[in-house]
């Protein structure tokens, strides 16, 4: 894992809360949990890695990352990777008395528990979100921390309903994934189509489906968002920055920045540096 783990807890005040986000943790683990049962809720997500979840209600069940798993307070269970591999997880301990409609509504479900997931970097998106408020600790963002987890909830069963459109979906992932990696170089959405047997329609309908943006702004963003990054961590040009990010014309960045930041590049290191 690139990031170090890390364990955060905090109380909850007394009386009946619906919920309330009371821990949250992230490590890569490489041994079972056997046999335990924790007062509180649980959902576990796990981003890479294999091995099973067992419960009494919904018996020995595989676990393939990218899933997530829910553990409702008093469950008997164990869980781990394979033997000899390990994972990397995320986990959020929670209580209050939603949990009991979130089952009522079959948004989690006792005896299938399990989830596997066909978006992660949505789920990475709101553990992450979830985690920032969480740290925060001030009422405010505690009360954000646990609509964040409903919001997951939510995510998790809708992500199960369509586990019949799943070949499309995952199709749709890994386009994503291949742009991510190639964002900085030029990219040809024709021959990207092509390569995944689909048709540029179709491929910024995926995009429109699964982000909001056509691939295209997805690239523009990413390539804003790295050159935000080398503008306020490195003394780089303007010139080096816009063809370290995959415009070779600087004018042109310069104008697609301003588009967008509403600033120019030169405007938004000098604000950053003055903070």
Request: hydrophobic share 40%; proline share 4%; net charge positive.
């Amino acid at each position: 894992m690139n990031e170090s783990p890390i364990a955060l807890y905090r109380s909850v005040s007394s009386g009946h809360t619906a919920l309330a986000v009371t821990g949250f943790g992230r490590q890569r683990i490489g041994t079972r949990i056997a046999n335990r049962r924790l007062p509180i809720h649980a959902v576990v997500l796990v981003e890479t890695g294999n091995g099973t979840l067992q419960t009494l209600k919904a018996g020995v069940q595989e676990i393939n990352g990218p899933s997530l798993f829910w553990l409702p307070a008093g469950t008997l269970h164990s869980y781990g990777p394979t033997d000899g591999e390990s994972w990397e997880e995320r986990w959020v301990l929670f209580e209050g008395t939603l949990m009991a409609d979130l089952i009522r509504q079959r948004l989690i479900t006792p005896a299938e528990p399990a989830v596997r997931l066909q978006n992660l970097r949505e789920m990475q998106h709101h553990f992450s979100a979830l985690h920032s408020d969480f740290a925060a600790g001030d009422p405010l963002s505690l009360a954000s921390a646990a609509a964040t987890l409903h919001r997951i909830a939510v995510q998790a069963a809708r992500q199960a309903n369509s586990r019949k459109n799943g070949a499309d979906d995952v199709r749709a992932e890994l386009v994503i994934e291949t742009l991510q990696r190639r964002a900085f170089e030029p990219t040809d959405m024709h021959a990207l189509a092509l390569e995944f047997g689909m048709s540029p329609a179709t491929l910024r309908r995926h995009f429109q489906a699964a982000l909001g943006l056509s691939p295209k702004a997805f690239q523009l963003r990413l390539r804003i968002d790295r050159a935000k990054q080398l503008l306020t961590t490195s003394d780089l040009s303007i010139e080096a920055i816009s063809n370290a990010v995959g415009i070779e014309d600087a004018f042109y960045f310069s104008r697609l920045f301003q588009d967008r930041e509403h600033c120019s590049p030169s405007a938004f290191r000098r604000q950053h540096r003055r903070l």
